[in-house]
């Protein structure tokens, strides 16, 4: 490695002439055990020595064995960074940095006062919080639940509708649940400052990242709706920061501050998943930064088994068994407030809809046993799955025979309705009430007559008209006479022959005697003619898939005594299980179509194209989420200059060359503490890629946070590595301004595209009177 | 000279005698009555097609794979004579005495035959035991769902060759490293490698895999060839660009190459051109070759062309007007322009003409000399037939409501003024004074009024619209999707004044000069973007199953059955040797996380060498048996069993492997205590044969029992096939099946 070798030679400055002087906090010596830590101190000391004493004070507020010294500890250097850092130590800069970060986020609120974007979905999940109305969604419901209690203690009484985008709140108090969100979303500036002060020991890398964060129009806009990216953001940046902090108590364990990080971060990954399953990734990421931790620990000898087990065990509880409790706890609360019968129904199994106050199977009472004359409604155990349907309409010309249509249908209707009947018997006889009532039996070749149109549910080798290889299914026969391709027998799974059939319980297979398909339900959409409801088939292939599986639901049968049925209520265990299968089914579900222009992973880093939040004419409000293009581009020119640099050092490392002291360091922080949040980037961005479903431009986020704080971290290090490289005050002077010059190129050109996020009115920017003419830069940017 | 006279010439020739024996069985086990039987089993009625079309040249576009399987196949016709006259269109359909079966399941089984020395080898590279490699190579022999796989006409006997032959070569090269770099042999073996992984990625995209696990493994060699400091930083980067070299560019480049022959053998048009682009059909012998050569390459002001969408789905079709006009109210209650329709129309017809037309003047001909029309230039386009100019309006389209409606316009003589203004922009220019070309030019049409796009929304049209599909203008170009983009296919410059000579010049055929040949990196880049995008529908199969069955063997698949006698193929495993395999990588994690752990904490169970011998061998097998299995779990296409052998045979090379090492290290010393003092024992015939008695035990029983599921078993009552003792053919009512 040519670069690097000519590099490394340059002679070093002796340890007196130095710009970075490595005497100050960490080198005290005894004053930790593990030598890495004091490595990373050293460094923070090394160069922004000027502001190392009060820092350290700062941080170590919290640690019991703070050497005395060190606060009174004089700088000995003109304070070239005066404006910037000198005298205030840590905290004030994180207070400038939270007040700059909140005023940015709560800087015009209310505007634009109608629904943007998404808000039409998580404000009206928020409203059904506080209706208490089920309904269902593809992510979990921590996120929903926090907007809908937000709304409730600012006074929204969940009355709007939200509608569609655009619609005006009007006297609706819409400003509780946006600032709740915009409150989280500022709290990403401080914990990311936090982060990379932790990570990298060096005050100007945590404000560098801190400002990209702030001045990113693209977090601003994504922080200042109702969304649940901030609140998925907060969860997962407090994720990492307490990871980080717990990292370095790795001095002391099991330290009060150890468990607080500990827990914290166990407590975040929660709040994560519990918001969208992205939180997964940061999961990921926990995971592996804890599997290293053990690793490192089972190697240092000088522990015993007995301390290892204490920590394996401390970690599996509060990074396993915390989370997993208070996910589960989330869910119980969830189902506890929804208790109404709403929207969501439908995608539930008929024992999930009997706990909803106000569905016709609360609290319901009917006969248990079917038998023939009944009058019932099947419902296809498929997830989602819905009613065995049919109505006065023909299957079109071409599709089939043309016969009466017969579907399934998600919503309760008349037309659900089916008459059980004996094969080869009419319906007069089980009428009568003279007659004894005759129960249906597993293995009955019976038939099912549609009760409004007295046609019988019928099959033949027709091909279905979505899956081909499957039959058609279709209403056939005039007042119940049909022909022999009518019969079906009846089975329950898991039952012996001659045992009755339950309502609700038994799980029923349907095998159609003439060609020895099974009645099933396909999940495809039917098109225009068949009012967009689902497909039914019948299969020949005898696969055990709940596709193929039906039970009863509703029974009406005079002639039995009713039973309540209050003991099929599903246990909690059962519901939760079944609302993950519904909401994994709904995430799968979410495919793009043919010939829709989808947003992908590559676009995302290059800023390629952003989402209208608000907003299409020249004469409305527009709001357009985009990152800040100088910034974004610094991000993405940041991520090839960190795998070059940390390919350089780890090279020079294994040839062994020889490195000086203040250079060893700059590569420990680059490869160490850079390569966390490097993996934190490559996770949050790279499973996009695998992804099916429909993506936008909003997932890249979580990853941008990463990159922002890689880029704080890695330039930092350059400019530490040049000015190593230079004389004492040349280095100084090159490295303050190099920091100075990227800061003040951050907030010119935030100041250049603050409008995509407050507001933009007037011209688009392709007309030159627009205040935005000539900063559409790509084509691609619809502002 | 003349040192012969005085010494001897001696020939030393080492022979392996178990090598040759392995060979020798390996080709009779597998080539044994291949031509049996003479009937379309299973994908060969898949694979055959392909072969048919190479016989005949004609191109076709396969969605599983890149060509080099189908052309190693297609080589195999190729010296039996075939000439391609075949309908591959039922499994179990007798094969006409044309069809030169037997070479054409020849190379399929020698690959598999191969295979059997190939683990042999590679066992022994990896300093195990010839014991253990002996009984690697039995197990692979006496597999039945291999010997299956490579007696038909199928690709994963190929696949599983070239695998084994890239890991072979590997290992061989890593052998050489330490005493002889950068000589014959070692850029020989180095070679092979990167040449037989691209042969396996050419074979089937799974190959891929096993080349991502190579590289990966070369990669943390290089790594520590890196960190050698004996060696000058220039010999390391000589080591490093060599390796780059052979495992990334000749690959590539074997790559490319495949496709090149692909293109070059198969020039005629068929049946699968309509998915390409129209300048890929261009460049094919007959089909629209035949209806573009020599036409005028630059649409002018007056040109008549037809326009294609790009995209070609979900079918291609040609923009296209008719008489009729939108319904006045859909079903929806939505009200239209009532205007003529615009659709796009899978067909050719006479109605996919238009005429560009400039709207500075009056005239639809070609002024002399041609005006051609440029990127960014203003174009109005009437159709032929019925001469209106096509349109969009601030109406929402029949079936996007947020889209405008593209029509042609009708003056009502209402307050609806005529829009048909369109920005003509290239998307594949070179510069901004392009000129529009027919054929190779994509072209966006922008309504200058509203800046609403022409785009196709991939929906048909109801029966009033007579299922054609619908055009739309989108208002929000969401950027690029090949939806909105056009391209000239017919073209021809227009003479006529009138209409009524017009109507009959746009009857004729067309006709003039000039013709285009794409290069082969253009079509390259097509071919390879159509194969990796086309989605055949999920279709259930009966015999499809989840990566779950594989592993416990819950599944098989009845390959073939002959309707009279009842004789049938299934792929199914060997049983033992699929307990055993799972049982050896269950015992081999295990294990490794024992001793890594260990090792961690500074105890040393096994010698240094022994541990590192033990990591290599698994890395390489478990390793290979999880990159070509767990991948499965996140498709979403089809899966059947025989996607899981190549993970199998790893897994079976890993069976010796445990076994020696159980017996060297674990079951000779019961009582010892671990620690760094344990000897790597030399070879002692007691405790390797170990390694080799339970895969003899799998292979008797496995091979008794399932023999009847490999070799078919022809019970016909003309009794004219081989003798057998029969127990599959229990089909009621059959003739008992006895020796002849």
Redesign the interface.
Known sequence: ??CE?TRLRFPPCPTARTPFPLVPCAVVPGRRRLPRVGARMTLAAGCCQAESGPRCGGLRQRRPRRPASEPSRPSPLPRAWAPLEAPVGVWAPLAFVTLLSFASRFYRLSEPPHVCWDETHFGKMGSYYINRTFFFDVHPPLGKMLIGLAGYLSGYNGTFPFQKPGDRYEHHNYIGMRGFCAFLGSCLVPFAYLTVLELSKSLSAALLAASILIFDTGCITLSQYILLDPILMFFLMGAVLSMVKYNSCADRPFSASWWFWLSLTGINLAGAIGVKFVGLFVVLLVGLNTVYDL?EL??D?SLSLVTLGKHLLARVFCLILLPLALYTAQFAVHFAVLNKSGPGDGFFSSAFQSRLIGNNLHNVSVPEHLAYGSVITMKNLRMAGGYLHSHWHLYPEGVGARQQQVTAYLHKDLNNLWVIKKHDSNTADHLDPSCSVEFVRHGDVIRLEHKETSRNLHSHQHEAPM?R?HLQVTGYGINGTGDANDFWRIEVVGRKAGKRIKVLRSQIRLTHLATGCILGSSGKTLP?WGWEQVEVTC?P?VKETPNALWNVEDHINPKLPNISLDVLKPSFPEILLESHMVMIRGNSGLKP?????TSKPWHWPVN??GL?FSG?NETDYRVYLLGNPVVWWLNLVTIGLYLLMATCAI?AM???VQLTAEFKELSEVLLHSGGKIMLGWLLHYLPFF?M?RVLYFHHYFPAMLFSSMLTGITWDTLLKFCAGRLSCSMGRRVYTYGTLALMLLIVYSFYLFHPLSYGMVGPMASDPNSPMAGLRWLE?W?F | MLGFLKQPVVVTAEINVNLVALTVMGLVNRLWALSYPRAVVFDEVYYGQFVSLYMKRIFFVDDSGPPFGHMLLAFGGYLGGFDGNFLWNRIGAEYNMNVPIWSLRLLPALTGALCVPLAYQILVELHFSHCAALGAALLILFENSLITQSRLMLLESVLIFFILLAILSYLKFYNLQKCSPFTAGWWFWLLLTGVACSCAVGVKYMGLFTYMLLLAIAGVHS?HL??D?TLS?VS?LCHLLARGLALVVVPVAMYLSFFYVHLTLLYRSGPHDQIMTSAFQASLEGGLARITQGQPLEVAYGSQITLRNV?G??MPCWLHSHKSTYPIRY?NGRGSSHQQQVTCYPFKDVNNWWIVKDPGRQQLVVSNPPRPVRHGHIVQLVHGITTRYLNTHDVAAPLSPHSQEISCYIDYNISMPAQNLWRVEIVNRESDTDVWKTILSEVRFVHVNTSAVL????ASL?EWGYRQLEIIGEK?S????Q?ILWNVEEHRYGKSQEQKEREVELHSPTQADISKNLSFVARFTELQWKILTLKNED??H?YSSSPLDWITMDTNIAYWFHPLSGAQIHLIGNVLTWASANVATLVYVCLFLWYL?RR???ICDIPEDAWRLWVSAGGLCVGGWAVNYLPFF?M?KTLFLYHYLPALTFQILLIPVVLQHLTDHLCRYPGKPTGCSAVLISGDEGSEMMGFIVPAAALTSGTLHYVPSVVTLPCLPEGHGENYSVNACTAPGKVNCSPV
């Open positions: 490695m040519p070798g690793w089972l190697g000898i899956t290889k225009k299969t292939y179509k043919e010939n829709e222009v390629y194209q209208r299409v090279v294994k040839r062994g695998m099916g691609s619809e | 790594w890196i960190g400091q930083n390391v995209l789905k979900p079903e785009k196709l929304s991939g109801p929000l969401k950027g690029y999707h939806s279709t259930e009966k752990l961690r904490r500074k996140m979403e």
